[in-house]
Every structure is written in structure tokens, then in C-alpha cells.
């Protein structure tokens, strides 16, 4: 996750966002595992049918980069309303 929050950090810079990288611990009650893990933590996530032991960097990265063009957006409607008034 550090090569990819560095990532990150350098392609969102030169926008003035600044990733940070939050780690919360989840319990089994609002996280149920299945049968695969075992009595391993469960770390499964699937997306769009193919399911991933861990969240590959190409996943996270994409979803950090949906999260921050929907910020610019926005930071962009909230420019305008400020012009128009």
C-alpha cells in the first residue's frame, strides 16, 4: 500500500490533494467472513465477480483515483456557486 500511496501522492500533488491512508480494524460483526479463510483473518474482496485474497494496487489505485476526481467535482460545482452569487 506504500508504493501505492506514493503513487498517488505524486500524480495528485500538482491538484492539492493530499492522499492519506486510514487502517481500521474491523470486527467479525460488521465484516462476516466465509468458509475460505478459515480461521485466518478474512481479507477476501470481490469485485465484478472475480474474487482477490488481497486488494491488488491496480484496484486500490483506481478506486483512490474515482474518489479524487469525484473531490475536484466537487470543489468545482462549489467554485461556481460561489461565482454565481
Same mark, same amino acid.
Do not use: N, W, Y
Given at each position: 500500500?506504500e !508504493?501505492?500511496i506514493?503513487?498517488?501522492?505524486?500524480?495528485?500533488?500538482?491538484?492539492?490533494?493530499?492522499?492519506?491512508?486510514?487502517?481500521?480494524?474491523?470486527?467479525?460483526?460488521?465484516?462476516?467472513?466465509?468458509?475460505?479463510?478459515? *480461521?485466518?483473518?478474512?481479507? *477476501?474482496?470481490?469485485? @465484478?465477480?472475480?474474487?482477490?485474497? *488481497?486488494?491488488?494496487?491496480?484496484?486500490?489505485?483506481?478506486?483512490?483515483?474515482? @474518489?479524487?476526481?469525484?473531490?475536484?467535482?466537487?470543489? !468545482?460545482? @462549489?467554485?461556481?456557486?460561489?461565482?454565481?452569487?
Open positions: 500500500m !508504493r501505492a506514493a503513487k498517488l501522492e505524486q500524480s495528485l500533488r500538482p491538484l492539492g490533494i493530499e492522499p492519506r491512508l486510514e487502517v481500521r480494524e474491523l470486527d467479525e460483526k460488521s465484516f462476516p467472513c466465509c468458509s475460505v479463510c478459515g *480461521t485466518s483473518p478474512c481479507r *477476501t474482496v470481490e469485485v @465484478a465477480g472475480v474474487s482477490f485474497e *488481497t486488494i491488488p494496487e491496480e484496484l486500490f489505485l483506481k478506486a483512490a483515483l474515482v @474518489a479524487a476526481s469525484q473531490l475536484l467535482s466537487v470543489e !468545482r460545482d @462549489a467554485g461556481a456557486l460561489e461565482h454565481d452569487t
